[in-house]
């Protein structure tokens, strides 16, 4: 009987269309997320996605402003402005970074703090309030429509197609730019192309577990990956996997509870990289046994590729 009610409770699950929606957008940022975050952790950035996160609420609130004017319904363009105003400081920050003009730290404070302040002045010019803003501050996954999902999953092909097909070249650039210029690549266009595939990844993740906790969802999965890997290709991998698994296993536990499923989905996240980290020693110990059997063990494809020496 116990078996029966299961089985019945996830069919009523799966069959609900709003859950549908819902488990679609989430498979799809659980899958995104991790594989610009893999990068962002390379290049010692783990906080960006807060800071494009914050100007992105800048962008709801302006698609609120000029939704009003136009007539529209309130939140009509709130997420094309999010995906507007996240590019638009993905690509300033990485100009600010690249020519040195002030720290990264500063710049990424300027963001936070401008962000924040813009999209509570510019929500009430447009008639809203700041509690408007909070189903995209912690995620809002239940208001998922067609509209948002076909749109989630187009942003979320541009992040897949530019973070795994250009893997190896955006690998070389957030391991040493220097190298990267002297092999010939283009260094400015590819630090760009990770900054606006952040900032696209923030909005695709921002109806799930919003725009306060993306940047969790984009480095908590790399860096639980981190414990139990030893290359590039395996730890975005089994960061996108763990990202996907606890997305999905979030919302489907938000379902039986009335609980936030950003929040649940943050906490899965970091209970798994918990899980690595203590089976990390077991984990090395396993390496070390196989490393002695096999002094040369294969170099990482992308590390390979990107020291001039694959096929």
Sequence with gaps: MGAVNVWSELTGMLGDPLMQRALVAALLVGLAAPVIGTYLVQRRLSLLGDGIGHVALTGVALGWLV?????????????????????AGAVVIELVRERGRTSGDVALALLFYGGIAGGVLLISQAGGTSANLMGYLFGSISTVTWADLWL????TAVVLVVGVGLRTALFAVSQDEEFARAAGLPVRALNLAIAVVAALTVTVAMRVVGLLLVSALMIVPVAAAQ???????????????VGAVVCVGGLAITYWNDVSPGATIVVLAIAVYAAFALARPAMRRLRGAVEREDPHPAVDDDVQLALGGGR
């Design 67 to 87: 939704g009003s004017f136009a007539g529209l319904a309130p939140d009509a363009l709130a997420i094309p402005g999010a995906v507007v105003a996240a590019v």
């Design 152 to 155: 989630t999953v187009a942003l």
């Design 227 to 241: 414990q139990v890997t030893a290359s590039f290709r395996r730890t975005m991998t089994v960061a996108m996997t």
